[in-house]
């Protein structure tokens, strides 16, 4: 008997047609002997109409209340998706993320896991239970409910799975697996059968949402068993892990970002600690820092530029406006009207002539690069919204084709 985690994304359990389907697929798992813990989204867009009719009440909400009305959907599908498998005769029960032992830290909206207490989902375990978990959400230390920021049922899922050592965590998604590129925007991508934990880390990283980026973290620390698969076809899917067998395939994806947007404090001066200035003042807010770039000195100053998430440009504007004196320089500008586009694979750190093929690329396509960023398993580029899509096809189809 094996003890699996089940995660079903929003699509997954959009309706009550769609409901009926996943407690198909846990309870045939169930019949097969196996325990079961599930984690459910909110169904379908939920979480966007929710965030929605907040805006419809002002644009500037607490992130504690935000947090309030975000977890409400998550809690809809847990108690439905409960009840469908009780009509299938199969005994099940709900639980909010906070009655299944979550706890994070203060952070609301973006809160991070701290612990798991485990005690109430094995008693129920041990009662012969389906254990239906309200993912995307925890409680702080103030008993107030948090959510772990969007995509992050993926890492109640995957957490969930580490704390009780789970022999496999399913990620059932909208689509069959991962691909070498979003298989909506390049119908030519091809399905992978595995990829590495750093591989897979980069890519949700760089914007592809079919796993949220903390739950590759998450399995890669606690080596969890870890599948992407469908839950609308009964096709294999793909297989995360530590190491992949070799394919020969020199990068594994392309993936676009366009939720960035491009800092730039222009003219600072050529002295120590102004960088230090800068990106402290982001790491106290919480600001997700991307990519940084600064120029070499002349003539006594330097430019400084970073992206940041798109929703964090205001505040961060705003911050290093108030704080400018800090600092100096001349001028902040701030570009929302970017994306970014990266290449990910293992297979470059042993092979050269990548970065000139993706640059290329982009060459022959007209296509202006703003900034450029590497890692030993990645490079991404800056460049305009408008020519993100264009750039993907191309890219994929230089690599794949
Ligand atoms: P869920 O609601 O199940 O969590 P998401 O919408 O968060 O599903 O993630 C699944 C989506 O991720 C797919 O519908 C697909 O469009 C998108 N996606 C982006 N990049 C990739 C990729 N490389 N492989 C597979 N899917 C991808
Ligand atoms: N419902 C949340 C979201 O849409 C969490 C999730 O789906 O993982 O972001
Ligand atoms: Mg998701």
């Excluded at 799975?161 to 990620?171: F, G, H, K, R, S």
């Excluded at 750093?198 to 080596?223: C, F, H, I, P, T």
Aim: proline share 1%; hydrophobic share 45%.
């Amino acid at each position: 008997m094996s003890l699996i985690v089940q995660k079903f994304g929003g699509t997954s359990v959009q309706n009550r047609e769609r409901l009926f389907n996943v407690a198909r697929i846990v309870a045939k798992t169930r019949a097969q002997g196996d325990d079961v813990v599930v984690v459910v989204s909110a169904q379908g867009d939920m979480t966007d109409d929710l965030i929605a009719k907040a805006d419809e009440i002002t644009h500037d909400a607490s992130k504690r209340e935000m947090d309030m009305l975000l977890s409400s959907g998550e809690q809809i599908s847990a108690a439905l998706l409960a009840m469908t498998l009780q009509e299938l005769g199969c005994s099940a029960i709900s639980l909010t993320g906070w009655q299944a032992g979550f706890h994070t830290d203060r952070a609301y909206t973006k809160a991070r896991i701290k612990s798991i207490d485990t005690e109430r989902i094995e008693s129920e375990l041990s009662r012969n239970r389906v254990v239906v978990v309200a993912g995307f959400q925890g409680m702080n230390r103030y008993d107030d409910i948090t959510t772990l920021g969007r995509g992050g049922s993926d890492t109640s899922a995957v957490a969930i799975a580490a704390a009780l050592n789970a022999d496999l965590c399913q990620i059932y998604t909208d689509v069959d697996g991962v691909y070498t590129a979003d298989p909506r925007k390049v119908p030519n991508a091809r399905k992978l059968a595995c990829i590495t934990f750093d591989e897979m880390l980069e890519l949700a990283s760089l914007g592809a949402q079919v796993l949220n980026n903390r739950s590759v973290e998450l399995a890669k620390k606690y080596s969890v068993n870890l599948e992407v698969r469908s839950s609308l076809t009964d096709l294999p899917g793909t297989i995360v892990k530590e190491v992949t067998d070799v394919e020969g395939m020199l990068i594994k994806g392309v993936a676009k970002d366009d939720n960035v947007a491009v800092i730039s404090v222009l003219k600072v001066p050529d002295e120590p600690g102004v960088s230090f200035k800068v990106f402290s003042l982001m790491a106290q807010h919480k600001i997700n820092v991307g990519i940084i770039l600064q120029s070499v000195g002349r003539d006594k100053s330097k430019d400084i530029l970073c992206t940041v998430p798109l929703e964090d440009a205001a505040l961060a504007e705003r911050l290093l406006r108030e704080n400018q004196s800090r600092f100096g320089g001349s001028e902040i500008v701030v570009d929302t009207d970017v994306a970014k586009v990266s290449i990910v694979g293992a297979g470059m750190q042993s092979h050269s002539g990548v970065a000139s093929k993706m640059f290329e690329t982009l060459y022959e396509n007209n296509i202006n690069i703003q900034m450029i960023a590497t890692s030993e398993i990645k490079i991404s580029v800056i460049i305009k919204k408008a020519d993100a899509d264009r750039a993907v096809t191309a890219i994929h189809a230089a690599f794949f084709s």
